[in-house]
Antibody
Framework: EVQLVESGGGLVQPGGSLRLSCSAS????????MHWVRQAPGKGLEYVSS????????YYADSVKGRFTISRDNSKNTLYLQMSSLRGEDTAVYFC??????????WGQGTPVTVSS | QSALTQPASVSGSPGQSITISCTGT?????????VSWYQHHPGKAPKVMIF???KRPSGVSNRFSGSKSGNTASLTISGLQAEDEADYYC????????????FGTGTKVNVV
């Protein structure tokens, strides 16, 4: 059974930083690209970032480009999202996603991030 | 990329069938047979119900079916059950490795 467990969310002030983690089990993690998707309160789902299976290539939505960094440690089966210069509009639940044929397939339960003073 | 358009809510009685539409453009739904549907109970992990327009993952009830015509995809839930009450999102490949997919606006299914 595939399990994706996010952690690291919390309350942070505007301009602050936070690092999210996603621990994967039940899959050969190193074989899969991984994504982050978020959902702001009362809003829909939004693609945030993706990383190739070997970590060599990363991609970002325009809304987070230059502020967020996605990375992975295949030896630890863990995906990361380093978030900096956080803004109120980054307040959301952040989901770790394993895609299949480009689209999200397996999802974690999400970790909430609140950006507020 | 603009979000795909879904109705805000759809209601049905137990045992009925409902259909949720998802309207995109010729640049996403209209160009690729890569459309997925997700069921989301708030506080839980979203669950894929349909992928590649019509395919059901192992373990998903055959009461759920997907289709596509032109720029619009649809999810039909037949034999509606109380447990089907949730938010549903469509998602389509958007053709770019830098922005791979776009989600729908979401539909709340109410079982009344």
């Amino acid at each position: 059974e595939v399990q994706l467990v996010e952690s690291g969310g919390g309350l942070v002030q505007p301009g602050g930083s936070l690092r999210l983690s996603c621990s994967a089990s039940g899959i050969t993690f190193r074989n899969y690209a991984m994504h982050w998707v978020r959902q702001a309160p009362g809003k829909g789902l939004e693609y945030v970032s993706s990383i190739t299976s070997d970590g060599d290539s990363t991609y970002y939505a325009d809304s987070v480009k230059g502020r967020f960094t996605i990375s992975r440690d295949n030896s630890k089966n863990t995906l990361y999202l380093q978030m900096s210069s956080l803004r109120g509009e980054d307040t959301a639940v952040y989901f770790c996603v394993q895609p299949s044929d480009w689209l999200p397939f397996y999802w974690g339960q999400g970790t909430p991030v609140t950006v507020s003073s | 990329q603009s979000a795909l358009t879904q109705p805000a809510s759809v209601s049905g009685s137990p045992g009925q069938s409902i259909t949720i539409s998802c309207t995109g453009t010729s640049g996403d739904i209209g160009s690729y047979d890569l459309v997925s549907w997700y069921q989301h109970h708030p506080g839980k992990a979203p669950k894929v119900m349909i992928f590649e327009v019509t395919k059901r993952p192992s373990g998903v009830s055959n009461r759920f079916s997907g289709s596509k015509s032109g720029n619009t995809a649809s999810l039909t839930i037949s034999g509606l059950q109380a447990e089907d009450e949730a938010d549903y999102y469509c998602c389509s490949f958007a053709g770019s490795i830098t922005f791979p997919y776009v989600f729908g606006t979401g539909t709340k299914v109410n079982v009344v």
